[in-house]
């Protein structure tokens, strides 16, 4: 319970300071705060998944200095990186969502 206590502690000083800071969750002008804070959002970086595939391939065709255990340990950690890249972006999109559709 107190876990919780401090969670809202920690969400409502972060609120709180928004709105010192000019960023005015609360405001009845919904429209330009979603544009500004989308303009101010840091740029979403490009997929990532051509550049696996080419390190993949590259892997795969190299047949000097990598054993097979090697060869299949790299691929595996690759691909873990591309489903962690995509969830990433998924929980980006399911906040944004969340965030407009609480403003608006």
């Known amino acids: 319970m107190a876990a919780i206590h401090k969670d809202y502690k920690r969400i409502y000083y972060h609120l ?7 960023i005015d969750l609360f405001n009845k ?8 804070l989308k303009r101010l959002a840091p ?3 490009d997929y ?9 391939d ?3 065709n190299n047949n000097k200095g990598f054993t097979k255990f090697r060869k299949k340990l790299l691929i ?6 591309r489903a962690q890249n995509d969830d990433l972006r998924e929980l980006g999109k399911y906040w944004y ?3 407009k559709d609480y403003l608006v």
């Open 43 to 45: 740029k979403v970086p």
């Open 48 to 56: 990532t998944c051509p550049d696996i595939d080419f390190i993949v």
């Open 76 to 81: 595996k950690k690759l691909e873990r990186l």
């Open 16 to 22: 709180n300071n928004l709105v010192i800071k000019g």
């Open 29 to 36: 002008k919904k429209k330009p705060l979603i544009s500004r």
């Open 97 to 99: 969502r969340k965030f």
């Open 58 to 60: 590259k892997i795969e």
